[in-house]
């Protein structure tokens, strides 16, 4: 969807010159999103700081485990590209389950700074907190930056705005990502990304398979608390995806792709397990020591399934 040219015929079909039509609505629509884009940036920043902090080394690790699938734990999070660790800390933040209170990380936020934060930053927060990643099909543009979406899971239709999937998509486009509902119209979360029509079969059949076994364990699920505890689900079947085949297909045309974080991943797991090789070679390091380490490392050298006794997420 290219943007749309002064003298284009306007996207609301009526036939007028876009000049002359919707432009100045959107113009002022623009200012608008730009002026609460500006205040939920700091709010994100907040939250990305918050979540970063050394309380929650551990849980991070434990995370990213889950997150990046089994193989990816350890340092991966560091590894990323600033993107890539923006997509897992959006979900390390308002979906994750910290071990023993099942809250998350969004949770913990609001109960210690709540007294604290502005009306228009509580309303952010608790936007994100009802939020949960979904896959959506695009319908096709609205306005610019606007799209017409489809939830794929769900059914059902919304109007969401986003100026970079807008420029970047076409119809039939899926994204994955949050919709919070703070602004009018709804917007994406900071992590959407986007993905080619063809990925859309083995994605829904993935996710639906997982959703099946979800219900049979639980007699109230339902498609939004299913999300909301499983959103990585997305992240494995890419990461699925990625690696069996192989090289980047899509990137050049705007879709995300994760073959090159597989790969990055892969490389830092490799270091990793010939770091240990050389320093069980060079020296036995005593017990003592050797927790010692796990914990200024933030439990990044822990065995990937070992027990964590730590008071990491409880926060004091
Ligand atoms: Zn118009």
Excluded at 59 to 84: C, I, K, M
Excluded at 128 to 142: A, F, T
Excluded at 159 to 167: C, H, I, M, N, T
Excluded at 173 to 195: M, N, T
Aim: hydrophobic share 35%; charged share 25%.
């Amino acid at each position: 969807m290219a943007k749309i040219g002064r003298n284009d015929p306007c996207p609301c079909g009526s036939g007028k010159k876009y000049k002359n039509c919707c432009l100045r609505r959107d113009g002022a629509r623009r200012v608008r999103e730009s002026a609460w884009r500006q205040g939920e940036r700091a709010t994100a920043d907040k939250l990305l700081a918050f979540a970063q902090s050394s309380s929650f080394y551990r849980q991070l690790t434990v995370a990213s485990d889950l997150f990046w699938n089994g193989h990816y734990g350890s340092e991966g999070p560091e590894a990323l590209h600033r993107e890539e660790a923006a997509r897992f800390l959006d979900w390390f933040i308002c979906d994750y389950r910290l071990e023993r209170t099942r809250q998350r990380v969004i949770d913990l936020y609001l109960e210690e700074s709540g007294t604290h934060l502005l009306p228009s930053e509580r309303e952010q927060v608790s936007t994100w907190q009802d939020s949960y990643l979904s896959l959506y099909r695009i319908l096709g543009p609205v306005q610019q930056g606007v799209l017409s979406v489809e939830d794929a899971l769900q059914g059902g239709q919304e109007v969401v705005s986003d100026e970079g999937l807008g420029a970047q998509s076409q119809s039939d486009d899926l994204i994955v990502g949050r919709i919070l509902c703070s602004s009018d119209p709804p917007h994406f979360s900071w992590g959407a990304i986007l993905l080619p029509a063809e990925m859309g079969a083995g994605l829904v059949c993935f996710v639906q398979q997982a959703y099946g076994q979800y219900c049979e364990a639980r007699a109230r699920a339902t498609w939004p608390t299913f999300l909301s505890n499983n959103g990585y689900i997305f992240n494995h079947y890419l990461l699925k995806s990625a690696a069996s085949s192989g090289s980047a297909r899509h990137a050049s045309r705007g879709y995300y792709d994760a073959s090159g974080t597989v790969e990055r991943l892969r490389e830092v797991e490799k270091q990793l397990r010939e770091r240990a090789a050389r320093q069980r070679a060079e020296q036995p390091v005593d017990e003592e020591a050797r927790a010692l380490l796990r914990q200024t490392r933030g439990g990044i050298l822990l065995p990937r399934h070992a027990q964590y006794n730590d008071s990491g997420e409880s926060r004091g």
